[in-house]
């Protein structure tokens, strides 16, 4: 039996996941297993050369009855573009969300009570995968879809964060791959992250790797500060570009508020109402305070930006209404959710 109200973000062992080998060309059958290991060749390239990519999104079940899964075919396009970047075989975005689809089903009894709060967390992960040594593309590929119920992944909108802007670090260099949700960028990102947390910071915020004078994301969420009835939100080519954001920018304007997308410099985090982060795993975690600091475990500072210690009144707002059209609750008026 599971807690649902205490789940965290952790792995729980499901029904099934579902897989497709890509071999000679082709997709082979998609494959339900029971099992979540998987075999493969100790050469492949996913392992040694990073060659993999992934996504995230979420499935809820509501009032209604109804199962609700956010924008799938969004999540399909994008991890079509990152596996173009990385040179291997992608499942068409028929074939990712009917497999969505199937997974979702066929572990329905693990998807979170609607009154919960919590939801079905789905983890479709692409990998290049056959014997080879050379560096180059993978001409096999494995696809396959996990899910786990996960609880609200930092403690959610009641619980707002520190963030530091991680001047020592990038996460993805200029003209690099900080656009694309490869793994890579995850390992690029997870010592400024242990140092981050040894200093007290849940977040670290990044600047644009070029000239480090604009806000480009956190770690693994998107960037947003309100100001003056607008949502704003960097521009920029290095930062991964979030679902959550995009919806949270469509929400704002739908609830009548302007809406940016251009470079923010640093120092305009002075002049915020509310900032914070945006991604599947949270929708929005609220910032209290960014610290600008020449190093994250240093005592130096360049500048302390502070924000209220609750969740903001737009952010609020905002949340509340991607979440109602998550589950149900506020109608879809932009037809984002597949309906089970
Ligand atoms: C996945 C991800 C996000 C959030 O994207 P969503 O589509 O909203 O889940 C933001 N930044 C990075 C670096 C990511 O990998």
Redesign the pocket.
């Known amino acids: 039996m599971i807690e649902w109200n205490s789940l965290g973000f952790n792995y729980i062992k499901t029904n099934t996941m579902v897989c497709s080998h890509y071999k000679d060309g082709q997709w082979g059958p998609v494959e339900s297993r029971t099992d979540d290991n998987i075999t493969i060749s100790a050469l492949s390239a996913s392992l040694h050369y990073g060659v993999e990519c992934f ?3 979420k499935a809820f079940k509501c009032k209604d009855g109804k199962i609700r899964i956010f924008r799938p075919d ?2 399909a396009k ?1 991890l079509i573009r990152s596996a173009t970047y990385l040179g291997i075989a992608a499942p068409s975005e028929e074939m990712f969300v009917e497999m969505v689809k199937q997974v979702v089903l066929e572990n329905a009894d693990f998807i979170p009570p609607h009154d919960t709060g919590a939801s079905l967390y789905i983890r479709p992960t692409l990998i290049g995968v056959g014997p080879q040594l050379g560096v180059k593309p993978s001409v096999e590929a494995f696809f396959m879809i996990m899910v786990a119920p996960v609880g609200a992944y930092a403690g959610g909108i009641d619980s707002p964060v520190k963030a530091v802007i991680a001047r020592e670090y990038d ?1 993805a260099a200029h003209k690099g791959s ?1 656009s694309y ?1 490869v793994g890579g ?2 390992a690029a ?1 997870l010592f400024a992250g242990l140092e981050a947390k040894r200093a007290g910071y849940p977040g670290v915020l990044y600047l644009d790797p070029k000239e480090h004078k604009y806000i480009d ?6 960037f947003f500060g309100i100001k003056d009835n607008t949502y704003i939100t960097p521009d920029s080519h290095t ?9 949270l920018e469509q929400v704002a304007k739908d609830l009548g508020y302007k809406t940016e997308r251009r470079p923010i410099p640093v120092e305009e985090l002075a002049t915020f109402e509310e900032v914070g982060e ?4 949270v929708v929005i975690t609220p910032v209290n305070q960014v610290d600008d600091k020449p190093s994250i475990e240093g005592a130096e500072f360049n500048a302390v930006y502070k924000y209220a210690k609750e969740c903001g009144p737009v952010s609020r707002k905002l949340y509340n209404t991607l979440v109602g059209i998550q589950r149900g609750e506020i109608e879809d008026t932009h037809n984002w959710c597949v309906v089970l």
């Open positions: 996504e995230g999104l969004e999540n994008r996460r900080g949700k960028n995850y990102s994301e956190f770690s693994s969420s998107n930062v991964l570009p979030s679902i959550t954001n995009k919806s945006c991604g599947t795993a």
